[in-house]
């Protein structure tokens, strides 16, 4: 576990850029609409950018640093865990403290758009933390597959996916449900034990697809 913890040290320290771009976003981000984006939601871009140095920067660094596999992937995940609860503490306290101030102002956050806030908010934060895990794992899993047939195969598949589903009514019912499983809940054990399951079942492709990755 040491060598793994070393991992994550690694990891959090070369993920310094994406700490800086979502800061400045949260932020500098501002509207003058009647309506308006939580800036909290903005952090939700930390859990975007993270795979991408995770997967392209940090695998060949470590890899030439003698890391196994092994403790790179746990390290990834545990690294995931760690910011996605982190992620959903800042925006949680930000809905509650800093958001009822602008009162000239409707506020708009992810928390109440996907019905997780009706839970109370401790559940609501949980809500989000382990969809937001999911979102990393799966991010990186996609990540990592980029340099393989089946990485591009997997691209064609979502974007047929989204390009066929999108405009008949039949299949954008289906697409919208899923949506609604995995994001827009109000069931939040439900919620919850789905999230946790996606992202253990990407955690085993992620898994099969390092084996195979090479530097």
């Not at 913890?5 to 800061?23: D, E, G, P, Q």
């Not at 609501?124 to 195969?153: K, N």
Request: one cysteine or more.
């Amino acid at each position: 576990m040491t060598a793994v913890f070393a991992v994550v040290k690694r990891l959090m320290a070369s993920n310094r850029i994406s700490f800086i771009i979502t800061a400045l976003v949260v932020v500098c981000a501002t509207s003058s609409g009647d309506v308006v984006l939580s800036n909290g939601n903005y952090t939700w871009l930390l859990a975007v950018l993270t795979p991408f140095f995770f997967v392209f920067y940090d695998f060949t660094k470590l890899m030439h640093l003698g890391t196994s596999k092994k403790d790179y992937f746990f390290g990834c995940l545990i690294g995931y865990g760690f910011l996605a609860f982190c992620i959903s503490f800042v925006n949680t306290v930000i809905h509650l403290l800093i958001e009822p101030v602008y009162s000239a102002q409707t506020v708009i956050n992810m928390m109440d758009v996907c019905k997780w806030t009706e839970n109370g908010i401790i559940a609501a934060g949980l809500q989000q933390m382990f969809f937001l895990l999911l979102v990393m794992v799966f991010l990186h899993v996609l990540l990592s597959m980029q340099a393989h047939w089946y990485g591009w195969l997997t691209d064609a598949v979502i974007v047929a996916v989204i390009c066929i589903f999108t405009p008949i009514e039949p299949m954008r019912t289906v697409l919208s449900g899923f949506f609604r499983i995995i994001m827009i809940n109000g069931n939040a054990g439900l919620h919850i034990c789905i999230c946790l399951l996606l992202s253990a079942a990407l955690s085993l492709g992620g898994i099969a697809v390092l084996k195979r990755k090479t530097l």
